[in-house]
């Protein structure tokens, strides 16, 4: 405790993590958790070009109570295309984060996917679309000291000085980042001559790749990895030794001098910025003018549901409907139900066939828009499977649509909204097993037909312990240093983020600029455009996303209606197939389902004629019993004794029978076990869906 007092105080204003691809040897939660523990007053996450790992860091800062930067590390490119500046920018505030997310929104997508293209001309002079953007208003800006020795390099830096202050002002400072190299004295008089021609102060910078010196190995490897090369051969492009990682106070205070590590705690303080701050607006023009969403969304829920009780609407869909509008009003989530339904309905009017699925099926509401297909009534319509007050998240309606068709869907989307306002979520690719072996073994330098065999010879759910088993299977040593080094260095890459991807249809649609949120950039497919988070960060954020999926079945069905449309000389559609065809059913009872979406796998094939399903809640029960959850629970041969008559059903009272009857009193669906907790332990819908939410639960 005596010693921490002597100890100078210090900020982190510069780190990569493992989203700063193929060169940042940390994941953000890991060197969140070192600053903490090493005492840091602040750390800022500065991926290159790039806020993809700033969503997990604030997290885990969150968690642990420590000040979080967020910012990006740029490398100019001069007019020649050679390297000129590298710029570390920083948020100040909320408007100070939006100028950078849409920084880097230019210059990603200027470029090809994985690529960004920056130089000092976006700086000096407005551009379309982008001009207010001129000298990044809001943002601390740090310029790097170049490595390398000579007059020409001395005056470049001088040259790019002049040009910042010029540029930024007094939001410049120089950063000197010192690694135990032998041009460390270099480095520092080369900032302290531009700083005292110029009057700039001199900020202490780490330039951390990795949390602990440990990771160094791995950091060699990602480094190989980049370059294509052994690490072997990559020569001087490879760290010079282990400095780049989160440093004891101690260490840095025998490195800097104080003023400069004093200058980290006044740019932090300068950076007060958090990711808590962002709200996110929907787009505003989904209801007609002068009508509010809320107004909107309850006309056309009674114009459907009209339409579909043609006989008068039940009283307790009705109950249902307002017990739903009631808790969507109260989470002000109605914009989200109305982007949906303007998607569906596109799609219903250009005979795109759509079929919204999973916890939306409980909602009455989605059925009356027409999101989803199936009458809530036939199941137990508890809406707060899909929504509840207590989880506060935001809902998620997944909708197939047909796959050869689904691209029209898309860029209606693009079409009504704007690139600028939407964009896919991201998919992170990360390593797994087999990658991670063969990348570790090319690092290693090791012969490519070893690599495929021990590659090959891999499970998907082989276990970490299980990686020494293959090498031996292999005909390898497994006590060999190689070997040991590259099991180690392939575990140390399992779930290190290899690129971004997009996801499979996740769209995320604003109010106004999307890219003042979050970065967008290119896909690797035409006219696609991704933004930097996947899906769990912008739930971790408040993002609502909708989810814009293809089933290859969907087309499979549009086709035959269509044949059947054919050969009977008449429309054909969805709603004609009749509800409950025996014949349909006789073939589904001997398990011929082979091309039957759903319950065409060996393990439903096997389960179908056990449990003969007659009707079309037969079939939901088939499809959901044939689970881990019920499996490892035990509920499988009880339900199928029951069903077979070799087993009495029984109920605990009469209120469980309500809830268990129409699974013969063998709890099968999450929904089940959310009504047993309201009659059983008086729990509310939304404490039954929490109490579900917990890892332990073993339902289906």
């Given at each position: 405790m005596l010693a921490s007092v002597f100890l100078p105080a210090y900020a982190e204003l510069q780190c990569f993590t493992n989203f700063s691809f193929l060169r940042g040897a940390s994941h953000a939660e890991e060197l969140v958790t070192r600053a903490k523990a090493l005492g840091y007053t602040a750390l800022a996450i500065t991926d290159e070009c790039s806020l993809a790992g700033v969503v997990r860091a604030h997290a885990e800062a969150k968690a642990a109570g420590m000040p979080l930067l967020i910012g990006a590390y740029f490398q100019l490119s001069g007019p020649d295309g050679q390297p000129d500046a590298s710029l570390t920018i920083l948020a100040r505030n909320r408007e100070g984060y939006g100028n950078l997310s849409e920084f880097i929104t230019m210059a990603r997508t200027r470029a090809d996917k994985g690529t960004y293209q920056v130089g000092r001309d976006d700086f000096a002079r407005p551009r379309r679309p982008y001009g207010h953007l001129r000298?990044?208003?809001?943002?601390?800006?740090?310029?790097?000291?170049?490595?390398?020795?000579?007059?020409?390099?001395?005056?470049?830096?001088?040259?790019?000085?002049?040009w910042a202050l010029d540029t930024f002002g007094a939001r410049l400072w120089i950063g000197l980042a010192l690694h135990g190299g032998p041009d460390d004295d270099l480095l520092r008089?080369?900032?302290?001559?531009?700083?005292?021609?110029?009057?700039?102060?001199?900020?202490?910078?780490?330039?951390?790749?990795?949390?602990?010196?440990?990771?160094?190995?791995?950091?060699?490897?990602?480094?190989?990895?980049?370059?294509?090369?052994?690490?072997?051969?990559?020569?001087?492009?490879?760290?010079p030794n282990a400095e780049r990682h989160l440093r004891a106070r101690l260490r840095l205070a025998?490195?800097?001098?104080?003023?400069?590590?004093?200058?980290?705690?006044?740019?932090?303080?300068?950076?007060?910025?958090?990711?808590?701050?962002?709200?996110?607006?929907?787009?505003?023009?989904?209801?007609?003018?002068?009508?509010?969403?809320?107004?909107?969304?309850?006309?056309?829920t009674y114009i459907g549901a009209w339409r579909r009780y043609r006989n008068g609407i039940p009283y307790v869909v009705q109950a249902q409907i307002e017990h739903e509008l009631q808790l969507i009003a109260d989470l002000k989530y109605e914009p989200y139900f109305l982007t949906v339904y303007d998607i569906v309905r596109?799609?219903?009017?250009?005979?795109?066939?759509?079929?919204?699925?999973?916890?939306?099926?409980?909602?009455?509401?989605?059925?009356?828009?027409?999101?989803?297909?199936?009458?809530?009534?036939?199941?137990?319509?508890?809406?707060?499977?899909?929504?509840?007050?207590?989880?506060?998240?935001?809902?998620?309606?997944?909708v197939d649509f047909e796959h050869q068709r689904r691209e029209e869907v898309i860029q209606y989307i693009y079409r009504k909204y704007g690139r600028h306002r939407a964009a896919l979520a991201a998919a992170v690719a990360t390593y797994r097993p087999k990658s991670a072996l063969r990348d570790a073994g090319r690092a290693l330098g090791v012969d490519a037909s070893i690599i495929d065999k021990v590659a090959k010879s891999h499970h998907w759910f082989d276990s970490k312990e299980d990686l020494l088993a293959r090498f031996v299977e292999s005909g390898l040593n497994a006590d060999t240093p190689m070997i040991q080094q590259w099991a180690r260095l392939a575990i140390q890459l399992l779930g290190?983020?290899?690129?971004?991807?997009?996801?499979?249809?996740?769209?995320?649609?604003?109010?106004?600029?999307?890219?003042?949120?979050?970065?967008?950039?290119?896909?690797?497919?035409?006219?696609?455009?991704?933004?930097?988070?996947?899906?769990?960060?912008?739930?971790?954020?408040?993002?609502?996303?909708?989810?814009?999926?293809?089933?290859?079945?969907?087309?499979?069905?549009?086709r035959t209606l269509d044949l059947v449309s054919e050969q009977r000389g008449e429309f054909f559609e969805?709603?004609?197939?009749?509800?409950?065809?025996?014949?349909?059913?006789?073939?589904?009872?001997?398990?011929?389902?082979?091309?039957?979406?759903q319950i065409e796998s060996r393990a439903q094939m096997s389960m179908l004629p056990r449990l003969q399903p007659r009707t079309f809640y037969d079939l939901v029960i088939e499809v959901a019993i044939v689970r881990?959850?019920?499996?490892?629970?035990?509920?499988?041969?009880?339900?199928?004794?029951?069903?077979?008559?070799?087993?009495?059903?029984?109920?605990?009272?009469?209120?469980?029978?309500?809830?268990?009857?129409?699974?013969?009193g063998v709890p099968i669906f999450q929904e089940q076990v959310m009504q047993i907790a309201m009659v059983a332990a008086g729990f509310s819908a939304g404490e039954a869906d929490q109490l579900l939410c917990r890892p332990a639960t073993a339902v289906a």
């Open positions: 000298a990044l208003p809001d943002c601390t800006v740090i310029v790097g000291t170049p490595p390398g020795a000579g007059e020409a390099v001395d005056q470049a830096f001088l040259a790019q000085v002049a008089e080369r900032a302290e001559s531009a700083a005292a021609a110029y009057g700039v102060k001199i900020v202490a910078l780490g330039g951390v790749y990795m949390h602990v010196r440990s990771r160094k190995p791995l950091q060699d490897t990602l480094t190989a990895t980049r370059l294509r090369k052994s690490i072997a051969e990559c020569g001087y492009a490879l760290e025998n490195v800097y001098a104080p003023a400069m590590l004093a200058a980290t705690l006044d740019v932090a303080a300068q950076c007060a910025f958090s990711l808590d701050t962002l709200r996110y607006e929907y787009p505003d023009e989904l209801a007609p003018p002068g009508v509010t969403p809320a107004a909107y969304l309850r006309q056309e596109f799609a219903r009017e250009e005979g795109i066939l759509c079929q919204g699925r999973g916890s939306a099926a409980n909602s009455a509401v989605c059925y009356c828009l027409g999101v989803t297909e199936v009458d809530p009534q036939r199941g137990n319509m508890l809406f707060e499977r899909f929504i509840s007050q207590e989880r506060n998240e935001p809902p998620d309606i997944d290190f983020p290899r690129h971004l991807s997009q996801h499979s249809g996740g769209f995320v649609i604003s109010a106004g600029k999307l890219s003042r949120m979050v970065p967008i950039e290119n896909a690797a497919m035409p006219d696609r455009s991704v933004i930097q988070w996947d899906k769990d960060d912008l739930d971790a954020v408040g993002l609502l996303k909708v989810d814009v999926l293809a089933l290859g079945m969907l087309t499979a069905i549009r969805l709603q004609d197939i009749p509800p409950e065809d025996s014949a349909t059913y006789d073939m589904i009872c001997q398990a011929d389902t082979i091309g039957v979406f881990p959850g019920p499996v490892q629970g035990g509920m499988v041969h009880p339900y199928l004794r029951r069903r077979q008559g070799l087993e009495k059903i029984s109920y605990p009272s009469d209120e469980v029978r309500g809830a268990l009857e129409r699974t013969l």
